[in-house]
Antibody, heavy 117, light 110 residues
């Protein structure tokens, strides 16, 4: 079975940093693009960032560009999101997602990031 | 800035049919946008229903179908059931590696 398990969320002050991890299993991780998608409390889904299967092509939403860095370790079947200069509006559940649109997307259960003083 | 539009809410009777749409303010939606649809119930992670316009995800009942209707992507629920009451989101690939989600449609079955 395909599994994606996020971790690393928590409470952080504005301006702080946090690193999210997503450990995957049940599929050939190095063959799939991966994404981070977030959902603020009571709001809709927002695509954050994506990485190609090799990590050579990386994309960001304008709202996080310059502050967030996506990376992956294909030997560990893992995806990461380094978040810096966090803002209150970054408060959300962050989902790790295999693929979007072109192929069948698989979602993790999410990890909550709360940015508050 | 690309905006993906969805109806805020829809109500459908049990056994009825409802069609949700997913549009662009700046263009017509085509299969080149790889429209996909996701279902989410409160407190749960989204679940993929449809990808690449009309391909059903594994395990999704065939009462869910995807298509292009006019200039929008569409998700049709035929024979709605009580547990179809959820939020539904579409996503479109708008190029340059960027994906955009619609604001979501809340479907009530009553």
């Amino acid at each position: 079975d395909v599994q994606l398990v996020e971790s690393g969320g928590g409470l952080v002050k504005p301006g702080g940093s946090l690193r999210l991890s997503c450990v995957t299993s049940g599929f050939a991780f190095n063959r799939y693009s991966m994404n981070w998608v977030r959902q603020a409390p009571g709001k809709g889904l927002e695509w954050v960032s994506s990485s190609s299967s090799s990590g050579s092509y990386i994309y960001y939403a304008d709202s996080v560009k310059g502050r967030f860095t996506i990376s992956r370790d294909n030997t560990k079947h893992s995806l990461y999101l380094q978040m810096k200069s966090l803002r209150v509006e970054d408060t959300a559940v962050y989902y790790c997602v295999r693929d979007l649109g072109e192929l069948d997307a698989y979602w993790g259960q999410g990890t909550l990031v709360t940015v508050s003083s | 800035q690309t905006v993906v539009t969805q109806e805020p809410s829809f109500s459908v009777s049990p056994g009825g049919t409802v069609t949700l749409t997913c549009g662009l303010t700046s263009d017509s939606v085509s299969p080149n946008y790889y429209p996909s649809w996701y279902q989410q119930t409160p407190g749960q992670a989204p679940r993929t229903l449809i990808y690449s316009t009309k391909i059903r995800s594994s395990g999704v009942p065939d009462r869910f179908s995807g298509s292009i209707l006019g200039n929008k992507a569409a998700l049709t629920i035929t024979g709605a059931q009580a547990d179809d009451e959820s939020d539904y989101y579409c996503a479109l690939y708008v190029g340059a590696g960027i994906w955009v989600f619609g604001g979501g449609t809340k479907v009530t079955v009553l």
